[in-house]
């Protein structure tokens, strides 16, 4: 069974409150005792009541004398260090609950204009908006755009460099090794191919034997040319597209 939430409150009841007095005095006195065990600290306790005469002391009136004699010799400084009345106690609360409401007005206009934000993407216009909404839009937007670029200076910093791409290589027939660009690699292959059969020659002409002494028409296999010799007018049947 939970325990039920004590009122802070002025108790009127003087049964109730007496009986709640001394309940709470042993265990306050308790709680010094243990204190000052477990810690190995000096500490002293002193309780005026206006249910008895004398003044409650723990441990004793000689530990209690030596206790505020140690505290007496301190500085002045020292002494109200960490000293906490009531008015500067109600005062630390106001302003610690002061900056967590200004805190959750903040979250709540930001999530206001978020949803103003997000009713425009969808076709609403901005006529009907103040001139504070405006602002407010328009702080939220800066805002965003600057984690989006930060996300993407990220991004680029994190990725991997280019790979860099190397030529493919042919072996011709003649077992030398042929370093051919990616975009005539394809070409290239079926034009090796096509000599490996004996139809190079057929793909540019051929000369026969007119008369009966020619017999068959051998084919004619045209000398290639880079087009460097300009006497040569072999060399412009070849096409400068592949070889540049």
């Known amino acids: 069974m939970t325990r039920k939430k004590v009122k802070l409150a002025f108790i009127t009841n003087d049964s109730a409150r007496k009986a709640t007095f001394k309940k709470r005095k042993k265990g306050l006195m ?14 002293c306790a002193v309780v005026y009541s206006p249910y008895e005469s004398q003044p409650e002391v723990w441990p004793d009136i000689r530990g209690a004398h030596r206790v505020l004699a140690q505290f007496k010799r301190m500085p002045e400084m020292e002494q109200s260090k960490k000293m906490v009345n009531q008015e500067s ?28 934000m997000y009713q425009c993407l969808t076709g609403k216009g901005v006529q009907g908006l103040g001139l504070p909404e405006l602002n407010d839009m328009g702080w939220l937007l800066d805002q965003n755009l600057k ?50 059969d004996g139809q190079i020659g057929g793909s540019f002409g051929h000369s026969g034997g007119g008369g009966g002494g020619g017999g068959a028409g051998d084919e004619m296999i045209v000398p290639f040319s880079d087009g460097s010799n300009n ?6 049947m070849w096409s400068n597209v592949f070889f540049p």
């Not at 709680?31 to 000096?42: A, F, N, Q, R, Y």
């Not at 109600?90 to 978020?114: C, F, V």
């Not at 984690?147 to 680029?156: N, P, S, V």
Request: proline share 6%; with cysteine; net charge positive.
């Open 89 to 116: 106690f109600i005062r630390h609360r106001i302003s610690k609950a002061a900056d967590q409401l200004k805190k959750i007005h903040k979250d709540n206009r930001e999530k206001e204009i978020t949803h103003l």
């Open 147 to 196: 984690e989006i670029y930060k996300r993407i200076d990220g991004l680029k910093k994190a990725a991997p460099p280019p790979v860099e791409q190397k030529p493919a290589v042919v072996v011709d027939g003649g077992g030398g090794g042929v370093a051919a660009p990616p975009q005539q690699q394809q070409w290239f292959t079926e034009w090796m191919g096509n000599q490996s």
């Open 30 to 43: 308790k709680k010094v005792s243990e204190l000052s065990t477990l810690c190995g600290i000096d500490a």
């Open 231 to 236: 006497n040569n007018n072999n060399g412009v």
